[in-house]
Each structure stands twice: as structure tokens, then as C-alpha cells.
């Protein structure tokens, strides 16, 4: 008798609970769709105050990070992907080349140059340990380097050169880069 009372409460139980899970509104997983650029409020290439064409002081090579005029443009693309304050960007103008380096953050050190530039023409990389970056990783910089190409309209011609560095955000601020002098 006490076995066919514990079974029944069993059942029971078994019941309640099925219909509890099927009575009650679940809530859905939240679809996630392929990342999408906010538009821009000035056409690619440009920035509210003019093209993205200034001139520098070539004598000063320090790299000086950058949020408005000419970067802005170069900001709003890229973070778009990894998010606010994932990015930092330098720019810097040769004649009718422009340089771009991005900054993103990641777990080791690596650095994508474009161009003719080779990491022995940033001896501050190589003395802070970046490296080539294995085929992942240069996937990944390359959505950076792709991202910014259209947004400056990019230029092989004029000498345009960018740069993306992947490093921890922690060294962000002790990172004491120059740009190269050719």
C-alpha cells in the first residue's frame, strides 16, 4: 500500500511539474544578427570640418592618439565592430600619403604593416615584443584594415600605409610608438 501511494505521488508530482514547464511563458534567447556600421552623418572619406587630407610636421614622429577630426571618421567605423574605447586610432600625413594606426585590444602582441613597412621599421614594437601575427589573428585584423581602407579611401598610389596593432589594454598607455622616418 505504501509503495502504491509513493508511486502515485510520484506521478503526481511528475505531472505538476510538466504542466508547469508548459504553462509557463519562457523567455527566448536573444537573436543576434550579423554586425551592422550605424551610419555615418558624413560621407566616407570626409569629416565635418573637410577631407581627410592635412598636413604634418614630419619633423615630430611621435604617435599621438587621436578621437576627433580626421580620426573620427576612422573611430566610428571600427569601433562599430569592437565596441566603444576598444580602438585607438593615429593618423599622420606625408605628402599625399596618409598613415593610419589602429590600436585594438588582445591577449598577446602582434602587429599587421602594410605596405613596405617591416616591424624593424618601428623598433619600439619590436622592443615591446610584438610579433607577426599567426593566420587567426591576421583574419581578424585584416576586418580592421579592410574597415579603414574604405573609410579613408585608401590610396596605394598617394603611399597610404595603416598599421593595426593587437596588444592587452593594459599596456595601452606605456605604449611609447614612433612613426617610421621614410
Not at 596605394?156 to 593595426?164: C, E, Q, S, Y
Not at 593594459?170 to 610608438?177: G, I, P, T, Y
Request: aromatic letters at 8%.
Amino acid at each position: 500500500m505504501k509503495r502504491v501511494f509513493f508511486v502515485a505521488l510520484l506521478a503526481a508530482a511528475v505531472i505538476v511539474a510538466i504542466w508547469m514547464y508548459l504553462h509557463t511563458p519562457q523567455s527566448k534567447p536573444p537573436v543576434v544578427g550579423p554586425v551592422t556600421v550605424p551610419p555615418m552623418t558624413t560621407p566616407p572619406g570626409t569629416l565635418p570640418n573637410g577631407p581627410l587630407i592635412y598636413e604634418d610636421d614630419i619633423s615630430n614622429r611621435d604617435i599621438q592618439w587621436e578621437d576627433s577630426g580626421r580620426a573620427a571618421g576612422l573611430l566610428h567605423v571600427n569601433e562599430a565592430v569592437t565596441g566603444a574605447g576598444n580602438v585607438k586610432v593615429a593618423t599622420r600625413q606625408v605628402g599625399e600619403a596618409r598613415w593610419v594606426l589602429l590600436l585594438t585590444p588582445g591577449m598577446q602582441k602582434y602587429a599587421s604593416l602594410d605596405g613596405t613597412w617591416q616591424l624593424g621599421d618601428f623598433p619600439e614594437l619590436a622592443t615591446a615584443g610584438f610579433q607577426d601575427p599567426p593566420p587567426p589573428i591576421l583574419r581578424g585584423m585584416s576586418i580592421h584594415r579592410s574597415l579603414t581602407r574604405a573609410e579613408m579611401k585608401y590610396s596605394v598610389a598617394a603611399g597610404d600605409r595603416i598599421v593595426v596593432l593587437v596588444c592587452p589594454k593594459e599596456v595601452w598607455d606605456r605604449l611609447n610608438l614612433r612613426w617610421p622616418a621614410k
